[in-house]
């Protein structure tokens, strides 16, 4: 660099100014720290920001705040409640019954990852916990047919009462499938959307053949 | 040769006698960095065939072979390397699917669909989607064989969906592995103008099972007949394109070699149809009704055989 050689600062220059780093605008968490604040109100938030996601499933509009603010309670408490639900079913001898707490667990996490694996290498642009968070919040409609399911398994198990069961079962899995493809849809090149979608649609028909697989004692 | 030498020292003796004329100038050397493309070896086994040999699908040249290494140059360890197999759109996986179903006399899967494009997406989901259509259809058929009788009790058989997985993967992975090596050591001992890398054959397996999945649906059917006119008929069509994919890969080979691959691919694959529906469907049980036996005071005594 010789040409920069011959550049210096001139002595009656005055080099002046400040070194302290201003301080920038006050965010509402820096004032108001949550370490303070009473434990009720922090679980409150929380469960507000679940209850919120649940009703954005239930009434399926695009809105970006399932994608904003994911957040992996709700599909968590769907997920541990539905394999519950699915717990007491008979079965002859162990194998050949229904599906094990660990099996629903394993099917329903593993499902939801390797779909989003699936839409991300298909050049999806939602990132991978967002995608996890729709996938496991969309499961709801599907945890109110098992509720259902369980309810009319109650009164009885003929045939009127397995025609009641299929209807709301696929009812719901329409439900949770065209919520899912609601929110996921946006993100995906428009010449691959069929086959980021269809895996979704294999992911909920299992999970609602368990669902009405499942016969008491 | 001497003329030869004697004119590159000539030509060594001019660049130093430039050199010694101008010390300070820059002299730039041209590094050619030696990438070598993942399919060099395939170049070397390039026959001079022409292109309409191409077109008519009944020979097979290399040349498009020669495309394919500049595509995937992304490290293995980078997300971007595993986005180049799934750099399908929609319409060229219902192309494949179709080309798997109805197999064209003489054309080669590979050549024709694939052309150096293949894909993960297609053998991944064709086989979770198998898996679970015949965990369900079992299921299915089973409840409507043992409907009825009084000891029966359904029970939803969920441990079966991770033997179907299990087997169904580990013949979509194992056997096309198996294959790759045995070529690849073929291909050692004799010059074949056609070899396929390993996702090739990964592909076309995976897509050859396609048609399984209406099998196992229309197996629910509880007649035998019917069943195994099913197995014939859908081992004969992805049969078929695995023996048109294969055979030029093997055909310059010794002649009992290439006839004893051939039978035991297609073996494999009838196995994979026949014990899947040994296991996962049960026999339907025949049920005659036995003739009008006309006892001696008149009276009919009709015999039911359970």
Same mark, same amino acid.
């Given at each position: 660099?010789?040409?920069?050689?011959?550049v210096?600062i001139?002595?009656?220059?005055?080099?002046?100014?400040?070194?302290?780093?201003?301080?920038?605008?006050?965010?509402?968490?820096?004032?108001?720290?949550?370490?303070?604040?009473?434990v009720?109100?922090?679980?409150?938030?929380?469960?507000?920001a679940?209850?919120?996601?649940?009703i954005?499933?239930?009434?399926?509009?695009?809105?970006?705040?399932?994608?904003?603010?994911?957040?992996l309670w709700?599909?968590?408490?769907?997920?541990?409640?539905?394999?519950?639900?699915?717990?007491?079913?008979?079965?002859?001898?162990?194998?050949?019954?229904?599906?094990?707490f660990?099996?629903?667990?394993?099917?329903i996490?593993?499902?939801?990852? $390797?779909?989003? !694996?699936?839409?991300?290498?298909?050049? #999806? =642009?939602? @990132? &991978?916990?967002?995608? %996890?968070? /729709?996938?496991?919040?969309?499961?709801?409609?599907?945890?109110v047919?098992?509720? $259902?399911c369980? !309810?009319?398994?109650l009164?009885?198990? #003929? =045939?009127? @009462? &397995?025609?009641?069961? %299929?209807? /709301?079962?696929v009812a719901?899995?329409?439900?949770s499938?065209?919520?899912?493809?609601a929110?996921?849809?946006?993100?995906?090149?428009?010449?691959?959307?069929?086959?980021?979608?269809?895996?979704?649609?294999?992911?909920?028909?299992?999970?609602?053949?368990?669902?009405?697989?499942?016969?008491?004692? | 040769?001497?003329?030869?030498?004697?004119?590159?020292?000539?030509?060594?003796?001019?660049?130093a006698?430039?050199?010694?004329?101008?010390?300070?100038?820059?002299?730039?050397?041209?590094?050619?960095?030696?990438?070598?493309?993942?399919?060099?070896?395939?170049r070397?086994?390039?026959?001079?065939r022409?292109?309409?040999?191409?077109l008519?699908?009944?020979?097979?040249?290399?040349k498009?072979?020669?495309?394919?290494?500049?595509?995937?140059?992304?490290?293995?360890?980078?997300?971007?390397?595993?986005?180049?197999f799934?750099d399908?759109?929609?319409?060229?996986?219902?192309d494949?699917?179709?080309?798997?179903?109805?197999?064209v006399?003489?054309?080669?899967?590979?050549?024709?669909?694939i052309r150096?494009?293949?894909?993960?997406?297609?053998?991944?989901?064709?086989?979770?989607?198998?898996?679970?259509?015949?965990?369900?259809?079992?299921?299915?058929?089973?409840?409507?064989?043992?409907?009825?009788?009084?000891?029966?009790?359904?029970?939803?058989?969920?441990?079966?969906?991770?033997?179907?997985?299990?087997?169904?993967?580990?013949?979509?992975?194992?056997?096309?592995?198996?294959?790759?090596?045995?070529?690849?050591?073929?291909?050692?001992?004799?010059?074949?103008?056609?070899?396929?890398?390993?996702?090739e054959?990964?592909?076309?397996?995976?897509?050859?099972?396609?048609?399984?999945?209406?099998t196992?649906i229309?197996?629910?059917?509880?007649?035998?007949?019917?069943?195994?006119?099913l197995?014939?008929?859908?081992?004969?069509?992805?049969?078929?394109?695995?023996?048109?994919?294969f055979?030029?890969?093997?055909?310059?080979?010794?002649?009992r070699?290439?006839?004893?691959?051939?039978?035991?691919?297609?073996?494999?694959?009838?196995l994979?149809?026949?014990?899947?529906?040994?296991?996962?469907?049960?026999?339907?049980?025949?049920?005659?009704?036995?003739?009008?036996?006309?006892?001696h005071?008149?009276?009919?005594?009709?015999?039911?055989?359970?």
């Amino acid at each position: 660099f010789a040409g920069l050689a011959d550049v210096s600062i001139s002595e009656d220059i005055p080099v002046e100014g400040e070194i302290t780093v201003p301080v920038g605008s006050h965010s509402p968490d820096e004032d108001f720290s949550t370490l303070d604040e009473p434990v009720r109100d922090t679980i409150l938030r929380d469960l507000k920001a679940v209850g919120k996601k649940f009703i954005h499933v239930m009434y399926p509009k695009k809105s970006s705040a399932l994608l904003r603010d994911w957040d992996l309670w709700g599909p968590l408490v769907l997920c541990v409640s539905l394999a519950l639900m699915l717990q007491g079913g008979s079965a002859d001898s162990k194998d050949d019954g229904g599906p094990q707490f660990a099996e629903v667990f394993v099917v329903i996490w593993f499902g939801a990852v $390797v779909i989003t !694996l699936n839409s991300k290498l298909l050049g #999806g =642009t939602i @990132s &991978f916990f967002q995608s %996890l968070c /729709v996938l496991g919040y969309c499961v709801l409609p599907l945890t109110v047919a098992m509720l $259902v399911c369980r !309810l009319v398994l109650l009164a009885g198990a #003929g =045939t009127v @009462s &397995f025609i009641v069961r %299929l209807i /709301v079962v696929v009812a719901m899995f329409g439900w949770s499938t065209l919520a899912s493809t609601a929110f996921l849809a946006d993100s995906q090149p428009p010449n691959r959307k069929a086959l980021v979608v269809y895996p979704i649609f294999l992911f909920y028909f299992v999970i609602s053949w368990m669902i009405l697989t499942f016969t008491p004692q | 040769l001497v003329c030869l030498v004697m004119y590159l020292f000539a030509e060594f003796d001019d660049a130093a006698n430039l050199l010694a004329a101008n010390p300070d100038a820059t002299t730039i050397s041209i590094d050619e960095p030696v990438e070598i493309p993942k399919n060099q070896h395939s170049r070397l086994q390039e026959s001079g065939r022409e292109e309409d040999d191409e077109l008519l699908g009944t020979d097979d040249s290399d040349k498009t072979e020669l495309l394919a290494g500049q595509k995937k140059s992304a490290p293995f360890w980078t997300f971007e390397y595993y986005q180049t197999f799934f750099d399908v759109d929609t319409y060229q996986v219902l192309d494949r699917i179709k080309g798997s179903v109805f197999p064209v006399p003489g054309k080669n899967f590979v050549r024709l669909y694939i052309r150096s494009n293949p894909d993960l997406y297609g053998p991944f989901w064709i086989c979770a989607t198998l898996v679970f259509t015949i965990a369900v259809s079992g299921n299915l058929s089973n409840f409507f064989i043992h409907l009825g009788k009084p000891t029966y009790h359904y029970v939803p058989q969920f441990r079966k969906v991770s033997i179907a997985a299990t087997t169904i993967y580990a013949y979509a992975w194992l056997v096309p592995l198996a294959l790759w090596g045995f070529l690849m050591w073929r291909n050692s001992k004799v010059m074949n103008i056609v070899s396929y890398s390993f996702l090739e054959i990964v592909c076309v397996y995976g897509y050859s099972l396609f048609i399984y999945i209406p099998t196992a649906i229309l197996w629910i059917i509880p007649q035998k007949v019917v069943r195994w006119v099913l197995v014939m008929f859908s081992l004969c069509l992805s049969g078929s394109v695995l023996v048109m994919t294969f055979w030029p890969a093997v055909r310059d080979d010794n002649r009992r070699i290439a006839v004893a691959t051939v039978v035991t691919i297609v073996l494999l694959h009838a196995l994979l149809s026949v014990g899947c529906l040994a296991y996962f469907f049960d026999a339907p049980e025949l049920d005659f009704p036995a003739p009008i036996i006309p006892a001696h005071n008149g009276t009919t005594v009709v015999t039911r055989s359970q």
